[in-house]
């Protein structure tokens, strides 16, 4: 059974950044694509950041190129976002999500495995 586990949120001002990780384990294929959704309070699930961990190739919503990168380590089965120049807009909780294959990248009901959350607030 895959389990993720999200950490490094916290609260920043416009402007700031911060890291995010997420810690997988009892993967094997089904992480293939690791990805960040976040929600807002009142709004729909969004997704961030996709990367796909056998090849590297990453994706991103339109709302946060430039500002975000999906990365991972392999060694440490973690996947991370690094989010700067952060704006109110930005704040959510954000959600790693994990799967074997997908069609539509940025759809949540792709995703079979989810992590609790982590809290990120940008204050102005």
């Known amino acids: 059974q895959v389990e993720l586990v999200e950490s490094g949120g916290g609260s920043v001002q416009a402007g700031g950044s911060l890291r995010l990780s997420c810690a997988a384990s009892?993967?094997?294929?089904?992480?293939?694509?690791m990805a960040w959704f976040r929600q807002a309070p009142g709004k729909e699930r969004e997704g961030v950041a996709r990367?796909?961990?056998?090849?590297?190739?990453?994706y991103y919503a339109d709302s946060v190129k430039g500002r975000f990168t999906i990365s991972q380590d392999n060694a440490k089965n973690t996947v991370y976002l690094t989010m700067n120049t952060l704006k109110p807009e930005d704040t959510a909780m954000y959600y790693c999500?994990?799967?074997?294959?997908?069609?539509?990248?940025?759809?949540?009901?792709?995703?079979?495995?989810w992590g609790q959350g982590t809290q990120v607030t940008v204050s102005s």
């Open positions: 009892g993967c094997t294929y089904r992480c293939r694509n």
């Open positions: 990367i796909y961990t056998s090849g590297g190739s990453t």
């Open positions: 999500a994990a799967t074997s294959s997908l069609r539509i990248w940025s759809d949540p009901n792709e995703y079979p495995s």
